[in-house]
């Protein structure tokens, strides 16, 4: 005797969240941990779960890419826009059973959050001022962003990644929570801000957390790497 289709909608719902929490984890490039398990457990993805160094890889990565493909790296491996897609993708599943069973294991969930990754990027692709750029609206709320756009020099090896924020709940006390002090901080008219560096023999990323001084809400994230020149490979003694 077949499962009843209300059965089979909630053992697939039951499916399908196991698959989500190993998706929105981590980046595609790590889905699970050393031993094959989940990365972590399933909840809501919020913007605490964003940690700016996870996307430092995939910004080295980039910048050594042409502009575009430059682009889809950074966007592909971007935590944010994966999770944003797998509520999207279930979203669908909701409306579309078939769809939902033809995705319910996590290689296809993986494809599936990629094809449509690549296809906002196909989509919203510019060429400005010798930079690849795409800027994405996160319209779909709620959701702890509201923006995220990739930027890739098409003539030096540098890559920018910026997220906007939609809410008011993630505060400068989290970031130092999170990444200690920063080593450096500065109040402009209209907001403050926090700096973070990573440096690395090959490149320095860096950090930077707007603040709206009025609520002490995070407003936007703008991380940016750029590939350090050979005769700086030998310097030592830079801050980090």
């Not at 190993?22 to 490039?29: E, F, N």
């Not at 826009?81 to 669908?92: E, G, K, S, T």
Request: hydrophobic share 40%; proline share 5%.
């Amino acid at each position: 005797m077949g499962m009843k289709p209300a059965n089979r909608c909630f053992a697939l719902s039951l499916l399908f969240s196991v698959f989500v929490s190993i998706v929105v984890a981590l980046p595609s490039r790590a889905l699970s941990s050393g031993d094959g398990t989940p990365a972590s457990t399933a909840h809501p993805f919020t913007a605490a779960d964003f940690d700016w160094r996870e996307m430092i890889p995939a910004l080295a990565a980039a910048s050594e890419l042409p502009g575009d493909q430059g682009v889809k790296e950074m966007l592909e491996n971007s935590s944010v826009l994966r999770a944003y897609v797998v509520n999207q993708v279930w979203a669908d599943c909701k409306s579309d059973e078939n769809r939902c069973a033809a995705i319910a294991d996590s290689a296809a969930l993986e494809r599936e959050v990629t094809g449509r990754i690549d296809a906002i990027v196909a989509k919203t692709m510019v060429t400005r001022d010798k930079m690849a750029i795409v800027d994405y609206t996160l319209a779909s709320q709620p959701f702890p962003f509201s923006e995220i756009a990739a930027y890739k020099s098409q003539k030096r090896q540098d890559a920018y990644f910026t997220l906007a924020l939609a809410g008011k709940d993630y505060t400068s006390l989290r970031v130092k929570a999170k990444y200690g002090a920063p080593f450096d901080d500065d109040i402009f008219q209209w907001y403050g801000v926090y700096k973070y560096r990573v440096d690395d023999a090959g490149y320095r990323s860096e950090a930077v957390f707007e603040i709206d001084p009025t609520n002490d809400a995070v407003i936007k994230i703008a991380i940016s790497l750029k590939a350090k020149k050979k005769h700086e490979h030998s310097k030592t003694g830079e801050p980090n």
